[in-house]
């Protein structure tokens, strides 16, 4: 990684293919002046990652992740110390649909009002793409851990979601993570939030229902078909058409 003791000596930041690696060692830095600060764009099939590590990035301008078919990524990882990256953006966080955003948990992230490593001011986020969740060597997952990921002062029905959560350790047995999306109720804020909860709460609570189906299934649909009043009730319902 590219060690880094002082302010960055330059306002704009374009990467191209490739993975750069920043260590602030341990001190939160500045960066940018307004405008366009970061925009990440790769090439097809070559991704352009910024990580960081060792202290929070402090970004006034807008971070661009991603555009049309070329791949960008923002990694938030631990140095050798054990100390985190962050980021904290005044401005827009656009990541399009090849934008990736990767978080490394670690103990120290762990309770609903820690901060979270993401931290988006003064501009919508607009959410698309990857979030990937790595697990740090010293971290084993508890039922109940709660584990804030990013933070928004605004947010709208425009802010999206991401489309595709990866989670690339294995997890104690019996466990996942689930992703929540929380409007906070202050000033029209919202966080996300990893959380930990068993596998058998994933499809609800209780013993599942059974029912004998007779003939030959030709097709198979599991969806939200909803409950008795015809409404969704969050949870999966299977949907079974069989030919005698």
């Known amino acids: ?20 690696s920043f260590d602030l060692q341990g001190t939160d830095r500045t960066f940018g002046a307004g405008q366009e600060a970061i925009n990440l764009q790769g090439v097809p099939g070559i991704i352009a990652e910024l990580k960081l590590r060792g202290g929070i990035l402090y970004v006034d301008g807008e971070v661009h992740n991603g555009e049309g078919d070329l791949p960008g990524k923002i990694a938030l990882v631990s140095n050798e110390t054990g100390e985190m990256g962050g980021i904290h953006v005044d401005g827009l966080y656009m990541q399009r649909e090849v934008g990736e955003l990767l978080i490394e948990i670690n103990t120290a992230m762990i309770g609903i009002e820690r901060p979270a490593p993401v931290q988006i001011s003064s501009s919508i986020p607009l959410l698309d793409g990857v979030l990937e969740l790595i697990l740090d060597d010293g971290y084993v997952p508890q039922d109940g851990d709660i584990i804030p990921l990013l ?6 029905q425009n802010s999206g979601q991401f489309s595709i959560v990866l989670i690339n350790d294995s997890l104690p047995e019996g466990l996942y993570i689930k992703i929540i999306y929380i409007d906070d109720g202050r000033d029209a804020g919202g ?9 058998t709460n994933l499809f609800g609570y209780g013993e599942p229902s059974s029912e004998n189906v007779t003939g030959i299934a030709s097709d198979v649909v599991a969806a939200d078909f909803g409950s008795n009043t015809r409404t969704a009730d969050g949870f999966d319902d299977l949907a079974v058409t069989t030919t005698d």
């Open 1 to 20: 990684p590219i060690l880094v003791d002082q302010d960055f000596p330059f306002s704009e930041m374009f990467i191209g293919p490739g993975s750069y």
């Open 151 to 156: 933070s928004s002062e605004l947010i709208d």
């Open 191 to 199: 966080t996300i939030y990893a959380e930990v909860d068993l596998l």
